[in-house]
């Protein structure tokens, strides 16, 4: 008998979605479209031309979907709030109707005994603020900020959890860089500046935040730190693997966590931008006290030093397009990583996951971090029975939190965990294709069911205890 893996009793079991992967309902009570719907809407864009219209109903559902979170004994549940239903233009008075969605949904949840944590920005601006210049434009980070104050205002009595931004390279690079997500602009300079703005937008909501809730409530980001290997320790691969750390997490936690750029993105990026966009004292702004860090993690990077890359699509795991998410990175090779691969053709690996606890245990002591997102996709299939047997999530789910579990014995403060997802979803560019949900969703009659991993994850989340993975 293996060794049973033991949590903290107060450890969190959680799960995550973000608005627009599960809400539909994108006319209704005001809202207004956002990039994703207009990117969604875009022949060519996502497989299938599938979208958000209707996702997976939530917005109707979400009593059933809270009921199922219950059952499931989840302790947390980490949700984004759609800016275009709170504040359709992006800017001015909010809109109640909107805002009070969410309000029943944190009744739901403070009913049932669930934390809610919610996430301001899961990647879908309002069109309009788009259309004024979108993340590149420094306006789109006070306008956040306004956003952050309603939202605090109205909702900070009843949620403690608060998460500013969601995964930011993602909004700055597959946003503006390589354009596989909404707005699907290819501007390695437009990507340098909005992930500036983007860091800007997470100082200056934070400060309203603060002043716009009580004190006991937490703040947090929540990054996706890549975890950055090289094929060897040849100078020339580590110098192009500090790049990759740099363009990846430096330009993010840099500003947020310590009040600085690396200087070495500076230096390596100057071919691109002058970064001129930094006003005097926008670091103390970004650099703002934070309460807990929220890490995402799904599989490492591997990089080496190229002549050249080849043109056309890369081997990093991160869409097909031809234009590059790493700006002046041209002669940074990417490598697919070993091992067994999910449905995204991510590689499954937790040691991963306990290198990203361990680092930013050292860079950002004594700071609380969540995983608040780690999950696999898989081509999930009911049984003639309607059952959905799920073996594979449950080892990676297994392998992870046991990389969790050996990160806290080593010192780090992990406080919870959000498995992604709750439920299958619209899965962005992949569409409805890729399945990431601990619960299956049925998408002709929207009918879900628990998969085995859903019912693995139950009894962990109910006894604080893995139990083994070959019970289904
Ligand atoms: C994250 N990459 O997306 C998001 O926060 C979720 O909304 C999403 O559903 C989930 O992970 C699974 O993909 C990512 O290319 C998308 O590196 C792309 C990348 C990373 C995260």
Redesign the pocket.
Known sequence: MPEPVTFPPAFLWGAAT?AY?IEGAVREDGRTPSIWDTFSHTPGKTAGGEHGDIAVDHYHRYRDDVALMAELGLGAYRFSVSWSRVQPTGRGPAVQRGLDFYRRLVDELLAHGIKPALTLY??DLPQELEDAGGWPERDTALRFAEYAQIVGEALGDRVEQWITL??P??SAF?GYGSGVHAPGRTDAAASLKAAHHLNLAHGLGTSALRAAMPARNTIAVSL?SSVVRTVSQDPADLAAGQRIDDLANGVFHGPMLSGAYPETLFEATSSVTDWSYVLDGDLELIHQPLDALGL?Y?TPTLVSAAESAPAGPRAD???ASSYSPWPAADDVMFHQTPGERTE?GWSIDPTGLHELIMRYTSLAPGLPLYIT?N?A?YDDKPDPEGRVHDPERIAYLHGHLSAVRRAITDGADVRGYYL??LLD?F??AYGYGKR?GAVYVDYSTLARTPKSSAHWYAQAARSGELPPVSTE
């Open positions: 973000s992967q899961h990647w969601n995964e390279w993602c597959l996706n995402n799904y795991g991160h869409g995204m997102e999950g996709a992604w997802s979803n899965e962005w990431f």
